[in-house]
Structure formats: structure tokens, C-alpha cells
């Protein structure tokens, strides 16, 4: 096993959608480093304001579409395997964080991406 210790950063992986990291550190197997890795920082954000706690949920959001794939692929399975691995990736990064304020922001929009499809679901 790999320690990887972070001050201020989170690691967004991709592919099995394994995310590690927090302010104290975190652990990782060895098949999680074969995986797509995109490097969040935030200790230029202040988790305290609206603002910081937005521009964070984006970079993660952000980094999960890249390292996930192509969401708007034509071919319906990789959207769909993409889809699903960035909403894994961002829901384990936020975790990772561990700040209520970013856990209330990630649950705002997955409430609108519920509603909407729900919406959808009901024409």
C-alpha cells in the first residue's frame, strides 16, 4: 500500500472511479494508481464562503470530466460509463473533503439532476 499524504488537495481518479485524499491524508491500493488521476487544489479557497465552496465543487466537477471520458460521447454506453464515473469521482471527492458546506452544494445538484430527470421521466 501507497500513503499519500495532501495539505489542501484532493485527488479525482477516473476510470474505477477511485477517489483518495483529505487534509490528513489517505490511503490507496495499487491498482487505484493505474487509474487517471487529476489533482484538485484548494488552499486558495476559502470553504467558508459560498463562493469558495462553489469554486471547489466546479474543480472537482471539472476534473472528473476529464479524467472520466467523454460524457457527450455519441455511442451510448461510454456516455453513460462516463456519466457514471464522474457522479462516482465527484460523490467520493466530496466525501474525501469532508466539509458539510461542500456535501450541501454536491447535494444541490444532485437534486436538480434528479429533478430533471424526473421531469423528463414524466412528459
Partial sequence: MKVINYTKQIAVAGVAAV?????????????????????????????????????????????AELVCGDVYSRRLEEAEAAKACVRHAVEASVHSVNNVRLTQEYGTHMGAAKASINLASAR
Avoid: E, W
Avoid at 495499487?30 to 487529476?38: G, K, L, M, W, Y
Fill in 19 to 63: 477517489c483518495f485524499a483529505s487534509a490528513m491524508g489517505a490511503q490507496a491500493n495499487d491498482t487505484a494508481v493505474d487509474a487517471p488521476v487529476r489533482t484538485v487544489h484548494y488552499a486558495d479557497l476559502n470553504l467558508n464562503t459560498p463562493v469558495g465552496i462553489k469554486t471547489l465543487y466546479n474543480r472537482i466537477r471539472s476534473a
